[in-house]
């Protein structure tokens, strides 16, 4: 079992940054795929970013791209995401999420395939 601490979350301007954390407690974190996803009111939860166990390989949903950077820390088990030039419609509940990988290094875009899910931070842009 791996459980979560998530912060970082809150209300901003357009334009603005927020840096996301996600701790992560249990299991061995350097085996698992971390990534970020999102979900705005009425909407289906959606990919945001995602990085592999050894941090060096990351992909981003085309909508964040060049905006967002994934990055995580094994020694402190924390998965973060920094998000630069906010828009109004970056507004959602964001989840990170640990998929366990086998046989290499790689990122895991897909939720159905990650194991673990934090409990959701709030963030909300203001145009």
């Known amino acids: 079992q791996v459980q979560f601490v998530a912060s970082g979350g809150g209300s901003v301007q357009a334009g603005g940054s927020l840096r996301l954390s996600c701790a992560a407690s249990g299991r061995t974190f350097s085996l698992y795929a971390m990534g970020w996803f999102r979900q705005a009111p009425g909407k289906e939860r959606e990919f945001v970013a995602a990085?592999?166990?050894?941090?060096?390989?990351?992909n981003y949903a085309d909508s964040v791209k060049g905006r967002f950077a994934i990055s995580r820390d094994n020694a402190k088990s924390t998965v973060y995401l920094q998000m630069n030039s906010l828009k109004p419609e970056d507004t959602a509940v964001y989840y990170c999420?640990?998929?366990?990988?086998?046989?290499?290094?790689?990122?895991?875009?897909?939720?159905?395939?990650?194991?673990?899910w934090g409990q959701g931070t709030q963030v909300t842009v203001s145009s």
């Open positions: 990085v592999s166990w050894s941090g060096g390989i990351t």
């Open positions: 999420a640990a998929g366990r990988t086998y046989y290499g290094d790689y990122y895991i875009t897909q939720a159905r395939r990650y194991d673990y």
